[in-house]
């Protein structure tokens, strides 16, 4: 037997989305930083979410570009925030795992997210290029001491997706954050 219940607001459905996007646009011109931070924290965090859930080896996720987009334009307090939010829980709510190699990333994440904000004045696709390079050979000395041969695919993939990411839609989004 499933109860049904008959909503009383018809009409606020409709107007739902609507009152959303006012909502975020007030609190944008309060505070963009948090706006920026959460928006962001909600779409990689779906998808690491979803990644997790599904064990896929592919990560298309822009956990890493939106990092090095909010160290540039926030500074490293707000990226090194987002990471935790964008990664750890929705891994922990997927029931993933999180081991030694994960933190291992996780700590060079946030240190490339440090360097990127001492050249913030510097073009966010060169920035973003040079750290996904070097987020490549960290990727390369793990997958090496983990004898995991597969994982130099994966790597090479997620850093054409997230280099991808950085020249297709870098410039515009900080400018528009």
């Known amino acids: 037997m499933r109860l049904k219940f008959k909503s009383r607001f018809k009409t606020v459905k409709p107007l739902l ?15 963009p930083q948090v706006t920026v931070l959460i928006v962001f924290t909600l779409i990689a965090g779906t998808i690491q979410y979803f990644l997790a859930l599904s064990k896929s080896p592919v990560d298309i996720n822009p956990t890493f570009f939106f990092m090095i987009l909010l ?10 925030v987002f990471v935790f939010l964008a ?7 997927a029931g993933g795992e999180l081991g030694i190699y994960a933190f291992i ?23 973003g290029i040079a750290t996904v390079l070097i987020n490549l050979f960290v990727a390369f000395w ?4 983990t004898d995991n041969p597969g994982g130099f695919v994966y790597s090479i993939i997620h850093a054409s997706i997230t280099i991808f990411y950085f020249v297709a839609v870098g410039e515009f989004l900080v400018n528009l954050i």
């Open 17 to 31: 989305p609507v009152i959303t996007i006012l909502l975020f646009a007030l609190v944008y011109l309060i505070v």
């Open 71 to 80: 160290a540039v334009k926030y500074g490293w307090a707000y990226s090194a």
């Open 87 to 93: 990664t750890v829980i929705p891994v922990m709510i």
């Open 105 to 127: 990333f996780m700590g060079s994440f946030l240190t490339l997210a440090f360097l990127s904000t001492l050249f913030s004045g510097y073009s966010i696709v060169l920035i």
């Open 142 to 145: 793990i997958n090496i001491s």
